[in-house]
């Protein structure tokens, strides 16, 4: 369970890069796409739509990155538990203390 939750982690952490890079282009596409044809199919004014996906593709690179993150303590567990505790609780202090705040 150890090696699947490993292999878990790291999957999950490519399609969230996967999903990044789809929605970057699908902006790259949107920058230059009418406005009016926009707000026409999706409902709500473009730019609204447009901050929304970009705010998408910044959540997903983020998670992706977390995955990657917490990967590193995934591999610690299969040496001793103890370690893999403590590497987790000073990864989520570090990341919380200068990335989140």
Not at 88 to 101: C, E, N, Q, R, W
């Amino acid at each position: 369970y150890k090696l699947y939750s490993l292999i878990g982690i790291i999957a999950l952490s490519f399609f969230n890069f996967l999903f990044t890079l789809r929605t970057t282009n699908e902006i790259t596409i949107l920058i230059e796409s009418s406005p009016s044809k926009i707000e026409e199919l999706e409902k709500v004014p473009a730019t609204e739509y447009l901050a929304h996906k970009i705010n998408q593709a910044f959540l997903h690179h983020t998670v992706g990155m977390r995955c990657l993150y917490y990967s590193i303590p995934l591999f610690f567990w299969f040496f001793d538990t103890i370690v893999f505790v403590m590497v987790t609780v000073i990864l989520t202090v570090g990341i919380a203390k200068f990335l989140d705040f």
